[in-house]
């Protein structure tokens, strides 16, 4: 199939720099140091690439994820970054043979994980993001609580979300060993032998961590990609030009085909003006043709894929392989 056959908008994965990307995180992060997170992207078929690459342990967003990354044969080590207040489908995964962490910041989430059937859990560390995590000064009593009910207490895991997008680079390392030194501490407190932390932004910066829970990198998106990583932009959406104007164009990409919280996408050689539901207005020196084909490259890579329910894998112009998003959903 030709890339000109499908109907926009459709979410394109050019498959060398996937490949070069994966190779370039595994090169830098190899085998159990990363711990891809599939919130990303959403597909198994890429998580498979992931484990091909040499990561068995994966990091999850949500209980789906959890399932689905279980049913394709992908639950070796699954950590659920994030909180649950019912872990029974977790659980469920658990009996069913899935190793599944979940992390735990609250004496309402341990609860909720003895009660579900979860049988492991990371204590999840407020490093600076605030949003989850505990204090670290309460880890250690967390870790106990959860002790007392039951549980396996692996570690600790702190997301250093807020500092992900610095683009110096020397202020994002010194941020991150500032972040990762509470991190260190609480893990003193709790014991274990997982820290679990890092991302896309960080993944180079962050030498404290065991293991770093990066996502974006595989695909990219242009926020990253103006902070100055070694990753190449392999997702783009296919747009068709539906209405030209004297002194603008229109693409048939819109907000309901991209993730616009990092602000509008971008497309090659063009300005973009603005997005509304269903349009990207741009405009370019070189004349534009209605029915012509335009790769619009968009700001956030997560939430982008999440509106789509499949993503062609493409060289060139020619589609190799059509892979479902198949942890869409919750
Ligand atoms: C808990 C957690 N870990 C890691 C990441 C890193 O992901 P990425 O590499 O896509 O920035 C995120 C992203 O939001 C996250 O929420």
Redesign the pocket.
């Known amino acids: 199939m030709r890339i000109s056959e499908l109907t926009t908008p459709a979410l394109l994965v050019e498959r060398d720099l996937l490949d070069a990307n994966l190779a370039t995180m595994s090169a830098a992060l190899p085998g159990p140091r990363l711990r891809p997170?599939v919130k990303?992207h959403k597909t198994t078929a890429l998580a498979r690439r992931q484990q091909a690459s040499g990561h068995s342990g994966f990091?999850c967003?949500t209980v789906r994820e959890c399932e689905v990354m279980a049913a394709a044969g992908l639950g070796a080590d699954l950590l659920l970054?994030n909180e649950v207040l019912d872990a029974r489908r977790l659980g469920s995964l658990v009996a069913d043979g899935a190793r599944v962490t979940t992390a735990v910041d609250s004496p309402e989430t341990v609860a909720a994980a003895a009660g579900g059937g979860v049988r492991e859990v990371l204590v999840d560390v407020n490093v600076g993001l605030n949003r989850c995590g505990c204090p670290p000064e309460r880890a250690g009593e967390l870790a106990a609580a959860a002790r007392s009910a039951g549980l396996e207490v692996r570690g600790v895991m702190g997301?250093e979300?807020h500092l992900?997008l610095v683009s110096d680079p020397e202020e994002r390392k010194r941020r991150t060993g500032e972040a990762m030194a509470l991190l260190q501490a609480a893990a003193a407190d709790v014991g274990g032998e997982v820290v679990s932390a890092?991302?896309?932004?960080t993944y180079r910066d962050n030498i404290w961590a065991t293991e770093i829970?990066?996502?974006?990198?595989a695909l990219m998106d242009t926020a990253y990609d103006a902070v100055g990583h070694p990753f190449g932009q392999a997702l783009s959406v296919l747009g068709t030009v539906v209405s030209v104007s004297a002194g603008h164009a229109v693409a048939d990409v819109g907000l309901k085909a991209l993730g616009m919280d990092h602000g509008l996408p971008s497309i090659d050689g063009a300005q973009v003006r603005r997005c509304a539901d269903e349009h990207t207005t741009f405009v370019r020196d070189e004349p534009v043709r209605v029915g012509e084909r335009v790769r619009v490259l968009p700001a956030h890579v997560?939430p982008t894929v999440a509106l789509h329910e499949r993503m062609h894998l493409v060289d060139g112009d020619t589609v190799l392989e059509t892979w479902p998003v198949d942890m869409r959903g919750w």
């Open positions: 997170h990303a990091t967003a970054a997301y979300g992900q890092g991302g896309t932004g829970q990066a996502g974006s990198y997560d």
